[in-house]
């Protein structure tokens, strides 16, 4: 079963600016209901809240997917989704997430 990747605890503290996404995307995707905490209330975001905010970034911004599929795709993950598509692939022909196997 794919998971999300375990939050690691560090010192480092981050700005929205580094998940790459504006304040107006940061809160469309609170709103949303997707992201898993409010970027405006969370004084210092910590890695594992950048892993999230870039992988929501990638798929429901960039991907050029429609809002539906994105949703209906990421009904498929759990959450939070702090995950990387280093690790994960979504499967045209199946319909579902699958973990990316390095032999």
């Known amino acids: 079963m794919i998971k999300p990747n375990a939050p690691v605890f560090e010192l480092t503290s ?3 600016e580094t998940s790459g996404l504006s304040q ?5 995707l609170f709103q949303s209901g ?4 409010d ?3 969370k004084n210092e975001l910590a890695g ?12 429901y911004f960039d991907s050029g997917l429609e ?3 994105v949703a209906s795709m990421l009904k ?3 959450r939070p989704y702090r995950y990387s598509f ?8 199946e319909q579902k997430w699958k973990e990316v196997k390095l032999s």
Do not use: T
């Open 67 to 69: 809002r539906n599929m």
């Open 76 to 78: 498929k993950l759990p």
């Open 48 to 59: 594992y809240d950048i892993d999230e905010m870039m992988f929501l970034k990638k798929i």
């Open 14 to 16: 981050y700005a929205l």
């Open 86 to 93: 280093d690790n994960i692939y979504w499967c045209l022909g």
């Open 34 to 37: 997707l992201l898993s905490f």
């Open 24 to 28: 107006f995307q940061a809160a469309e």
């Open 39 to 41: 970027p405006f209330v």
